[in-house]
């Protein structure tokens, strides 16, 4: 069966710090592309950060959305078969709902439940 379990979320104020976590059960999680997506209420889904886990390396490639990038960090550990954002300089337009996703070819994601973010200015 598989899984994507997220956790991590809550609220900060502005300039503050989150690591968001995602459990991944069920995939084979190397070599594998995956994803953390937000959603804002009446906002499209954006898609921050896309993961390619490699080969049993520690750290994997990592590409990020303009409106994150310098601030999200994507990262990996192979033994938990867990993926990480980290989230800092946190901003109110960062408020919306995380998930994360598992590629799942075809250009079809599985998806977790979400964890929500809310940052007050």
């Known amino acids: 069966q598989v899984q994507l379990e997220e956790s991590g979320g809550g609220s900060v104020q502005a300039g503050g710090s989150l690591r968001l976590s995602c459990a991944a059960s069920g995939y084979r999680f190397l070599m594998s592309r995956w994803a953390w997506f937000r959603q804002a209420p009446g906002n499209e889904r954006e898609r921050v950060a896309v993961?390619?886990?490699?080969?049993?390396?520690?750290?994997?490639?990592?590409t990020y959305a303009d409106s994150v990038k310098g601030r999200f960090t994507a990262s990996q550990d192979n033994a938990k078969n867990t993926l990480y954002l980290q989230m800092n300089s946190l901003k109110p337009e960062d408020t919306a709902m995380y998930y994360c996703?598992?590629?799942?070819?075809?250009?079809?994601?599985?998806w977790g439940q979400g964890t929500q973010v809310t940052v007050s200015s």
């Open positions: 993961i390619y886990t490699g080969a049993g390396i520690t750290t994997g490639i990592a």
């Open positions: 996703a598992a590629d799942r070819g075809g250009g079809g994601w599985d």
